[in-house]
């Protein structure tokens, strides 16, 4: 099922991981083996989870790699979706 207009996955973490453990963006930087910038970046929407990152989240908040990788897919498939008709591709078939 498609989502409309799904989440980025940084937002997805801060409100559900981040927010009610209280912990700071430092806190989890450093427990996840990543630099302050990268998990800002991530938090701010400006970067998307790699299939590493989904390893280590999945490690630290002891939740699967699959579901964070899911939530990324999901947003830059929306995304992709929302410029289908700029894209300039011809249809092909066998015949």
Known sequence: MKMHNPPHPGEVLKVLCLDPLSLTVTEV????????????SILNGRAGISPEMAVRLSIAFNTS????LS????YDLWHA?????RLHVAKLSAA
């Open 65 to 68: 790699a699959e579901s964070w």
């Open 81 to 85: 979706e929302r410029n289908r008709k």
């Open 29 to 40: 930087a450093r427990a996840l083996g990543v630099s302050r910038k990268t998990l800002s």
């Open 71 to 74: 939530q990324q897919l999901q």
